[in-house]
């Protein structure tokens, strides 16, 4: 199957923020396909200790973590290709005008959610109070009664924090790629042209 060239940003003043999208869909693309494979050989691992009666059970954990951070890129991922969830019974029966207004209020409300996520998780790991107390997890814990830094996972034995790093970068990303749509649903921009499901199946025959 031939490979389809990455679509370029359009030029323009937003081009370098579209590029920015494009850039990273790539990065999470690949991401996701590790994961992928992550956790794929780490259930096939975990049934093969289970049938050998040497369970593993750290790989358990693993396999959750691997589908968490799955999940939330995976999410972003399908933000920018507009592949998220979407009600359309009311969208349906709106004039093209109507619609493409629902459409943008929808991208808006798509990028609020990850502004408003990504404060919540500034609020949560409080970068500036962990620099304050030394990045001293004990200390910044025993002023704040914030436990984030200090928890540790239960096989891994893997500090919680860089787990839940997931959340801010999630946040970020969506709401970069929110607002790119956002761009592309007002006319700010292009609309970035993908290969189809149609011409890839064309490709191939």
Request: proline share 5%.
């Given at each position: 199957?031939?490979?389809?060239?990455?679509?370029?940003?359009?030029?323009?003043?937003?081009?370098?923020?579209?590029?920015?999208?494009?850039?990273?869909?790539?990065?999470?693309?690949?991401?996701?396909?590790?994961?992928?494979?992550?956790?794929?050989?780490?259930?096939?691992?975990?049934?093969?200790?289970?049938?050998?009666?040497?369970?593993?059970?750290?790989?358990?954990?693993?396999?959750?973590?691997?589908?968490?951070?799955?999940?939330?890129?995976?999410?972003?991922?399908?933000?920018?290709?507009?592949?998220?969830?979407?009600?359309?019974?009311?969208?349906?029966?709106?004039?093209?005008?109507?619609?493409?207004?629902?459409r943008v209020v929808a991208t808006i409300v798509v990028v609020l959610f990850g502004i408003g996520l990504a404060v919540m998780c500034w609020l949560w790991f409080e970068p500036l109070g962990i620099a304050r107390a030394g990045f001293d997890a004990r200390e910044f814990a025993g002023q704040t009664f914030n436990f984030i830094y200090t928890e540790?996972?239960?096989?891994?034995?893997?500090?919680?924090?860089?787990?839940?790093?997931?959340?801010?970068?999630?946040?970020?990303?969506?709401?970069?790629?929110?607002?790119?749509?956002?761009?592309?649903?007002?006319?700010?921009?292009?609309?970035?042209?993908?290969?189809?499901?149609?011409?890839?199946?064309?490709?191939?025959?």
């Amino acid at each position: 199957m031939p490979r389809h060239p990455s679509p370029s940003a359009p030029p323009g003043r937003w081009s370098p923020l579209i590029r920015a999208s494009e850039g990273l869909l790539v990065v999470e693309r690949r991401a996701v396909a590790t994961l992928m494979a992550l956790l794929s050989g780490a259930i096939l691992l975990n049934v093969v200790t289970r049938y050998l009666g040497m369970p593993l059970y750290w790989i358990d954990e693993l396999a959750v973590y691997c589908m968490v951070w799955l999940t939330f890129i995976g999410a972003s991922t399908m933000t920018r290709l507009r592949l998220d969830f979407a009600v359309t019974m009311l969208t349906e029966r709106l004039s093209p005008g109507a619609a493409r207004v629902a459409r943008v209020v929808a991208t808006i409300v798509v990028v609020l959610f990850g502004i408003g996520l990504a404060v919540m998780c500034w609020l949560w790991f409080e970068p500036l109070g962990i620099a304050r107390a030394g990045f001293d997890a004990r200390e910044f814990a025993g002023q704040t009664f914030n436990f984030i830094y200090t928890e540790r996972t239960q096989t891994l034995n893997w500090s919680t924090w860089v787990l839940y790093l997931i959340l801010p970068i999630f946040a970020l990303t969506m709401t970069l790629h929110g607002i790119a749509n956002l761009l592309e649903d007002v006319g700010a921009v292009p609309r970035v042209q993908r290969a189809t499901m149609i011409n890839a199946e064309e490709a191939v025959n």
